[in-house]
């Protein structure tokens, strides 16, 4: 059976847990292969009065799917404090966490990491990134100069106290010294990373393997990104972006699962363009049309809370997440919060000084100047949370959906019509076709015996 690479197509808060939802029984496994707690998932389950929404940041969505296993891979970076806090929380409202599984090889977010991610942002002033200050940034720099420490290391406490000491040689020189900060003791991160060993035990294994074992006797496996592409370390907004790889290519570092057990990709788009935090943001609105989107589509950051800068769709930035991740794919999200609207802009390209790019333009400083260009599709005015298919919608959201196909070049096979777990349109079935149970051959008829010749008439 396959593994799914699940992405979000634009800056994050696409909405990749109503994927999830959607394939719902089919999957057994749902992987977390990047990120930390610096992004979240927000999924609703029930409609109305009975609606229970659900905030996830560290924890897989396949938590809330009692028939699959959550996995946390050795892509992400773990802070204890919060994985617990999170797993307190889901288990007080019933949600059983027992199947939870984290990689024995992913990375532990220390307290100095913490503190020197906070300090290092107020420090840059002007110049900040954005950053969530969780310390998400300072851990994969520390596991890419192989000083960091992961969840294995919890179970040595000799390994782990030489590990920690070594660490903070170098980064209490520069809490102190560049930072005016108090020095961390040794005996304070140990202490309080061992307080947690015993009980993150029973979950720790080797989830590369048990991943591949799964997909050898026939189990579906997602791999689901935090953040996304235009948020990629290498493929993003750089130097605007996370500190990990959240297009399809870092599902497999992320997880221990080889490309060639990927088969399909499935983005997610809203149906307009969100962004937290610093950076370039071509079609970001600044007026009434972004208080709009922002509050009718409750744009306020799962993780942190902030007010999400809002504008119009991006197809181009659309087209470049198909390229990059290889999407068979995509599932637009939010298209209920487009309702009401006269017209609705897209942008299918960029005015640079007088140059029209259709692409994302190579250069940097050029992408700071890009201005949209626009194509104004229809607006329409009727209530689209109860379509459940795609002849219910209007015809104006229609042309929308088939415009926005068109110009992004891959398939639109589901689309988001309300915050509820089934407030989704199916187009095409995203579902991997179980593998059908092989027949017992026929056993080969035994071949028919030579027949004995005629002995010959004896001659008179």
């Not at 799914?4 to 749902?30: F, H, N, R």
């Not at 806090?85 to 007080?92: H, K, Q, S, T, V």
């Not at 959240?246 to 997610?268: L, M, Q, Y």
């Not at 199916?426 to 028919?448: F, G, K, L, V």
């Amino acid at each position: 059976m396959p593994a799914i690479v699940l992405v979000g197509a634009q800056w994050g808060d696409e909405g990749k847990g109503k994927a999830t939802d959607l394939l719902g029984s089919s999957l057994d496994y749902v992987v977390k292969f990047n990120g930390g707690n610096n992004a979240g998932h927000t999924i609703v389950i029930g409609e109305g009065a009975e609606a229970q929404k659900y905030a996830l940041h560290l924890l897989p969505s396949g938590i809330l799917t009692p028939t699959c296993t959550p996995v946390i891979g050795n892509g992400v970076v773990i802070d204890l404090a919060v994985l617990f806090e999170e797993i307190d929380g889901l288990e007080a409202r019933g949600v059983d966490t027992s199947k939870l599984l984290v990689s024995n090889c992913a990375h532990i977010i220390t307290p100095y990491n913490r503190t020197l991610d906070k300090v290092t942002e107020r420090f840059l002033g002007s110049r900040k990134i954005g950053t969530t200050g969780r310390g998400i940034g300072p851990t994969y720099a520390d596991k890419m100069s192989r000083t960091g420490i992961r969840v294995q290391d919890l179970f040595d406490e000799g390994i782990l106290r030489q590990k920690v000491e070594a660490a903070l040689e170098f980064k209490n020189q520069v809490l102190a010294k560049i930072y005016n900060r108090r020095a961390i003791g040794v005996d304070e991160v140990v202490g309080e990373l061992l307080s947690y060993a015993e009980r993150l035990r029973p979950m720790v294994t080797d989830t590369s393997l048990l991943l591949q074992q799964a997909l050898d006797r026939g189990d579906t496996v997602l791999l689901e990104a935090g953040q996304a592409t235009l948020l990629d370390v290498d493929f993003g907004t750089y130097p605007f972006v996370t500190s990990s790889n959240a297009t399809a290519g870092g599902a497999c570092t992320g997880s221990g699962i080889p490309p060639t057990r990927i088969d399909s990709v499935i983005a997610i788009l809203k149906a307009y363009s969100t962004r937290v935090g610093e950076g370039p943001f071509p079609t970001e609105l600044h007026d009434a049309n972004g208080e709009f989107l922002r509050k009718t589509g409750a744009e306020f950051g799962t993780t942190t809370g902030r007010p999400r800068r809002c504008g119009w769709l991006d197809t181009v930035v659309g087209r470049y997440a198909t390229r990059i991740n290889g999407v068979t794919d995509f599932v637009v999200t939010k298209l209920d919060i487009l309702t009401g609207l006269d017209t609705v802009p897209v942008c299918v390209a960029y005015d640079v000084e007088g140059t029209r790019f259709d692409e994302m333009p190579v250069n940097q400083s050029d992408y700071h100047h890009a201005r949209p260009i626009y194509e104004e599709l229809p607006g329409w005015w009727e209530d689209i949370s109860g379509c459940r298919s795609f002849e219910e919608l209007p015809t104006n959201a229609r042309a929308y959906v088939v415009r926005v196909e068109e110009l992004i070049g891959a398939r639109v096979s589901a689309i988001g019509v309300g915050p509820g777990r089934d407030a989704i349109i199916e187009r095409h079935d995203m579902r991997p076709a179980r593998p059908i149970e092989p027949i017992s051959p026929t056993p080969p008829t035994p071949p028919t015996p030579p027949i004995s010749p005629t002995p010959p008439t004896p001659q008179a």
